[in-house]
């Protein structure tokens, strides 16, 4: 299961060569539609919901990180009471982060909707620590201008380090939405105020995730948060869209059939995993449907390896 959690994050952690840096130049975001190829002429949307200004951090260091990875350090990555850190990870993790699907109601892109990916990106670990300005701090204490804060930066800081040039695409194709079943949903909203020791906090989305012998737990999740963990962990890579209309926070508990335990109709064309996990899904009131829609791509088309000092 950790392994499957790992691959939403794209998190594949591997050895590499170290490096230190520094205070950035102040760098305008990267533009993020700069063209469109899609088979309805759809324009692409804009790459994140417009900031009031250019924001970026006030320090930066970026080191390459050769201790052997552990799986714990999923959860070593996001936002700070000032700035950002991310420990042990692949910088296609800041890249995701920066970057969100402003179509098709998920959080984060699956691993099939980024293209031009450099093997780097992903077995490369890196440690960031990126401070804000002290006139920047009233603003991040505010959680909604905060993400809003953070996407920007982090954009400034990969088109500053990295030379990142990245678009957007969209197409119609058929696509997997997680809709409400009969009956109505089988979970209950969050409670903010009861904590969940020992779980990991995943770096986007601001969900808590516990395992458990027959099935994880997802505290505090939104439901375009929930359709993304189920891209990876039971459409095998291809993005689930959120279509359930619910807008709460939820906590959700998701038990897997046992081996051998599937409905005697189940999908061949799915993994055994998958259909553990479809099955789950049953008993929390949702489901999963084929339909016609969009999909959004983000391209890479150019990116380096962060620069040094």
Same mark, same amino acid.
């Given at each position: ?14 050895m ?13 975001a ?86 031009g ?19 920047d701090?009233?603003?991040w ?12 930066? +982090?954009?400034? !800081?990969?088109?500053?380090?990295c /030379? %990142? ?7 119609? &194709?058929? #696509?997997?939405?997680l809709v ?50 189920l ?23 998701l ?22 996990i +479809?099955?789950? !899904?049953?008993n929390?009131?949702? /489901? %999963? ?7 959004? &791509?983000? #391209? ?6 962060p620069?040094?000092?």
């Amino acid at each position: 299961m950790i392994g499957k959690i790992l691959a939403v994050g794209f998190v594949c952690m591997e050895m590499a060569v170290g490096q230190t840096a520094s205070k950035p130049a102040a760098a305008a975001a990267p533009a993020a539609a700069s063209s469109v190829s899609t088979t309805t002429a759809t324009p692409a949307p804009a790459a994140t919901a417009a900031p009031t200004r250019a924001y970026a951090f006030d320090v930066i260091s970026i080191r390459q990180n050769k201790t052997p990875p552990t799986l714990e350090v999923l959860a070593q990555a996001g936002p700070t009471a000032d700035g950002f850190r991310s420990h042990q990870q692949p910088l296609l993790l800041s890249l995701i982060t920066a970057y969100v699907p402003q179509v098709g109601g998920a959080a984060v892109y699956a691993f099939n909707q980024v293209k031009g990916i450099p093997d780097w990106l992903i077995s490369e670990p890196y440690d960031i620590d990126a401070r804000i300005s002290d006139e920047d701090r009233a603003e991040w204490q505010n959680p909604a201008m905060q993400k809003v804060m953070l996407r920007a930066m +982090l954009q400034a !800081l990969l088109a500053d380090r990295c /030379k %990142l040039a990245v678009h957007r695409e969209m197409k119609d &194709t058929q #696509v997997t939405s997680l809709v409400v079943a009969k009956g109505g949903p089988k979970f209950k909203e969050t409670d903010p105020t009861v904590e969940h020791p020992g779980g990991q906090k995943l770096p986007f989305g601001g969900v808590t995730v516990l395992h458990g012998e027959d099935g994880m737990s997802f505290y505090d999740t939104s439901m375009a948060s929930f359709a993304s963990l189920l891209s990876s962990l039971a459409n095998e890579g291809r993005p689930v869209q959120d279509k359930t209309g619910l807008t709460g926070r939820y906590d959700i508990t998701l038990k897997f059939a046992k081996r051998g335990e599937q409905a005697d109709d189940a999908d061949p064309g799915i993994s055994p995993l998958a259909e553990m996990i +479809l099955s789950g !899904l049953n008993n929390l009131g949702l /489901k %999963l449907d084929s339909e016609k829609g969009q999909v959004e &791509t983000l #391209v890479i088309d150019h990116m380096e390896r962060p620069s040094g000092n």
